[in-house]
């Protein structure tokens, strides 16, 4: 740690580093932190920067989950990853430093999400098994009117190169941003909705897969404010168009071997990937409430939305839960890999891939099977037909999918008790303060949130 510190305070200098954000990730998908001025960077690197333990129990809406554990008497400390520190292209001056969250004896924090996200990669380990995840990022431009209402920066049609060229100062400045902070951004597009964007990141493991997650959103948000624009994630921020997601792709691997993979098995899966498969399906229902988990997300979860709506699985199938996506040609094995759809912006990323990761190790341990993959809309089916093929329609609300979530026994060992409690307790605040506030109001209170 010494020689890290030492490491972080030389590129600070070197950048002309005015202050460091020491940065975490809450139950409600807000990013957080605290600034450390450069004269005092030293000092926070080797302690870290203290915390309300209250912090954890926020919700969106600003004020304490009524039903927390938490309140105003204990403290944490952010202690940041050395490996996460980046010096920030779109503000003058500024880095940044992702954290962990630690008692004052220095032990990991139960309530901390990188924490969360350590122990399920350990216990994938465990079954000499590692994950490769990457995010795709769905996510709109938009004005602010006089009136304090938001509209698309544009009016582009999806993929169309007219609506590159309309965005392409803010886009290239965003690539820009990103390859300075070795994110690895592979694609750019323009997406189906008005002035709606999509990025892709190169797959890492776990923890640096979810890490890239914030950072992402961070440079994109702030690279937009600098023309002049809004960057929103939220899950569905304009009620009458697209909806933004932020989809999931995985692959498990066995050394240099992809554990999802094999050349004889249907769509070229093996039996770890199908239990993997039957493992989130299983348990979306109530996954819903950690993936998709703001009252926002529920208007996107619905069906030929090509964002899933029902609990199938099929090849390249948009409208399944889980797709098996298309390999590359010449690199079969190492792009096999499964797309998680149920996932949008204002899912907390450690909690969202460790729960992810929680339900398919159930399926592999428990040797679930997925059934017949689905080639079709689940939509276009008849409930008879879903039934004989255990499809089921998701939760239509979070209220119904937290209700999910209190009665799946493995994603709740998953979370452990308090973080169950705490994670509860937020999103049931969240819906008593929005599940039944008027669209405009609720979409508002996502916009600028996410």
């Given at each position: 740690?010494?020689a890290?510190m030492q490491?972080?305070?030389?590129r600070a200098?070197?950048a002309d580093v005015r202050s460091?954000r020491?940065?975490y990730c809450?139950?409600?998908?807000?990013i957080?932190?605290k600034?450390?001025?450069?004269?005092?960077?030293e000092?926070?690197?080797?302690?870290?920067?203290?915390l309300?333990v209250?912090?954890?129990?926020?919700?969106?809406?600003?004020h304490?989950a009524?039903?927390t554990h938490?309140?105003?008497?204990?403290?944490i400390?952010l202690v940041?990853?050395?490996?996460t520190f980046?010096?920030?292209p779109y503000r003058?001056?500024?880095?940044?430093l992702l954290?962990?969250m630690h008692t004052?004896?220095g032990?990991?924090?139960e309530?901390?999400?990188?924490?969360?996200?350590?122990s399920?990669?350990?216990?994938?380990?465990?079954r000499d098994?590692?994950?490769?995840?990457?995010?795709?990022?769905?996510?709109?431009l938009a004005?602010?009117?006089?009136?304090?209402?938001?509209?698309?920066a544009?009016?582009?049609?999806?993929?169309?190169s007219?609506g590159?060229?309309?965005q392409?100062d803010?886009?290239g400045?965003?690539?820009?941003?990103?390859?300075?902070q070795?994110?690895?951004?592979?694609?750019?597009?323009?997406?189906?909705g008005p002035a709606q964007?999509?990025?892709?990141?190169?797959?890492?493991s776990?923890?640096?897969a979810a890490?890239?997650?914030i950072a992402?959103?961070e440079t994109v948000?702030?690279?937009?404010?600098q023309?002049?624009l809004?960057?929103s994630?939220?899950?569905?921020p304009?009620?009458?168009q697209?909806?933004?997601?932020c989809?999931?792709?995985?692959s498990?691997w066995?050394?240099e071997?992809?554990?999802?993979?094999?050349?004889n098995?249907?769509?070229g899966?093996?039996k770890?990937?199908?239990?993997?498969?039957?493992?989130?399906l299983e348990?979306l229902p109530?996954?819903?409430?950690i993936?998709?988990p703001s009252v926002?997300?529920?208007?996107?979860l619905?069906?030929?939305?090509?964002?899933?709506a029902?609990?199938a699985?099929?090849?390249?199938?948009?409208e399944?839960?889980?797709r098996?996506?298309?390999p590359f040609k010449?690199?079969?094995e190492?792009t096999?890999?499964?797309e998680?759809?149920?996932?949008?912006?204002?899912?907390n990323p450690?909690?969202?891939l460790?729960?992810?990761v929680a339900a398919?190790?159930?399926?592999i341990e428990r040797?679930?099977?997925?059934?017949?993959?689905l080639?079709?809309?689940?939509?276009?089916l008849s409930?008879?037909?879903r039934?004989?093929r255990r499809?089921r329609?998701?939760?239509?609300?979070?209220?119904?999918?937290?209700s999910?979530?209190?009665?799946?026994e493995?994603?709740?060992n998953?979370?452990?008790?308090?973080?169950?409690?705490?994670f509860?307790?937020?999103?049931?605040?969240?819906?008593?303060?929005?599940?039944?506030?008027?669209?405009e109001e609720?979409?508002?209170?996502?916009?600028r949130r996410y």
């Amino acid at each position: 740690m010494a020689a890290d510190m030492q490491t972080i305070l030389s590129r600070a200098r070197g950048a002309d580093v005015r202050s460091v954000r020491f940065l975490y990730c809450d139950h409600a998908n807000i990013i957080r932190g605290k600034a450390a001025h450069a004269s005092s960077l030293e000092d926070f690197l080797s302690s870290g920067i203290g915390l309300t333990v209250a912090m954890q129990a926020f919700c969106l809406t600003e004020h304490l989950a009524p039903s927390t554990h938490l309140g105003p008497v204990g403290e944490i400390r952010l202690v940041p990853d050395p490996a996460t520190f980046a010096v920030l292209p779109y503000r003058p001056r500024e880095a940044r430093l992702l954290c962990d969250m630690h008692t004052l004896q220095g032990q990991p924090w139960e309530l901390c999400p990188r924490t969360f996200l350590k122990s399920i990669a350990a216990a994938a380990a465990a079954r000499d098994l590692t994950v490769q995840a990457a995010f795709e990022y769905e996510f709109y431009l938009a004005r602010q009117l006089d009136d304090g209402t938001y509209v698309p920066a544009d009016d582009s049609l999806c993929f169309a190169s007219d609506g590159m060229d309309r965005q392409a100062d803010v886009i290239g400045d965003i690539l820009d941003a990103l390859d300075r902070q070795h994110l690895d951004p592979r694609q750019y597009y323009p997406e189906l909705g008005p002035a709606q964007q999509e990025l892709s990141i190169n797959h890492a493991s776990l923890l640096q897969a979810a890490d890239r997650q914030i950072a992402v959103r961070e440079t994109v948000r702030g690279v937009a404010l600098q023309h002049g624009l809004i960057a929103s994630f939220a899950p569905k921020p304009f009620a009458n168009q697209a909806g933004s997601g932020c989809h999931v792709h995985l692959s498990m691997w066995q050394g240099e071997r992809n554990a999802f993979y094999d050349a004889n098995g249907e769509l070229g899966l093996s039996k770890i990937g199908r239990g993997f498969v039957a493992g989130v399906l299983e348990h979306l229902p109530g996954l819903l409430a950690i993936t998709c988990p703001s009252v926002n997300s529920y208007r996107r979860l619905a069906p030929n939305m090509w964002s899933s709506a029902y609990t199938a699985w099929g090849p390249d199938n948009r409208e399944a839960a889980v797709r098996v996506a298309s390999p590359f040609k010449g690199r079969v094995e190492a792009t096999t890999n499964l797309e998680i759809k149920a996932v949008d912006g204002s899912a907390n990323p450690y909690l969202a891939l460790g729960a992810i990761v929680a339900a398919g190790l159930d399926g592999i341990e428990r040797e679930l099977d997925p059934g017949e993959p689905l080639a079709s809309n689940p939509h276009d089916l008849s409930e008879s037909e879903r039934q004989q093929r255990r499809i089921r329609r998701y939760p239509e609300t979070l209220l119904e999918a937290v209700s999910e979530l209190e009665r799946d026994e493995v994603l709740l060992n998953a979370l452990g008790p308090e973080r169950a409690h705490e994670f509860i307790g937020v999103r049931r605040a969240e819906w008593q303060d929005l599940g039944s506030a008027p669209p405009e109001e609720e979409i508002a209170a996502h916009f600028r949130r996410y």
